[in-house]
């Protein structure tokens, strides 16, 4: 049987910059969305019950990028094909004093690859500012009871993944699971390797 993988749209990091009348608003969700991003997640049950899709492993810890913020960084891996990853993100989670929900802003990293296995060091990986490219993309969460429930703005974002030229995401964090629906573009979906073509669900759970 041929097999697929899905590229998450997930990578949710975490940087706390909350800014408020009294500093503390939205502070609790932050390091709570945070916490539960934090860790390392799999797809095995998944990929158990449904061949066509393969392992993915995503691995998040702490990162230095600059003192007012804190950040985490993001590994993504096929663990069948590779132990490198596939995809490596910062995000930035901060408090939206407008929408009252948690952001969180994806940034590509420029030489990327001395970073593989930071996650691993008994240390935190570090990043310049400089070296973080802002793909204008983001999910905002809202706390609904135990989850945290949200999805990338109205239109998407930019994506050249399999040939999509938009993607939109809805993610939902519990306290150990993360639930990702992937939907793309219909523009050139024949390109696109996915088993589900143009709405994937992901489900990562916590190890």
Known sequence: ???????????????VNVFSADGREGLDEVLEVSKRLSGIFDSSRQASTNPSYFVVKLQA?????????TYLYVEQ????????????????????????TVESRIFKIMNQD?????C??????????????DIECAVNLKQDGNLFVG??????????????????????????????WDRRSEEHTSELQSPCNLVCRLLLEKK
Do not use: H
């Not at 001395?114 to 930071?118: E, N």
């Open 120 to 133: 691993d060091q008994n240390r935190k990986p570090m990043i310049l500012p400089d070296d973080l490219v």
């Open 114 to 118: 001395s970073l593989v296995g930071a």
């Open 1 to 15: 049987m041929k097999k697929y993988f899905i590229r998450p749209i997930l990578s949710l990091i975490v940087a």
């Open 61 to 69: 810890c702490a990162a230095v990028v600059e003192p007012e913020n």
């Open 151 to 180: 999805s990338t703005p109205q239109g998407g974002c930019r994506s050249n993944f399999g040939g999509a030229s938009t993607s939109t995401s809805q993610v939902t964090l519990e306290e150990n699971l993360i639930r990702a």
């Open 77 to 100: 891996t096929a663990t069948e094909f590779s132990n490198k990853p596939y995809r490596q993100r910062i995000y930035r989670i901060s408090w939206d004093e407008t929408s009252k």
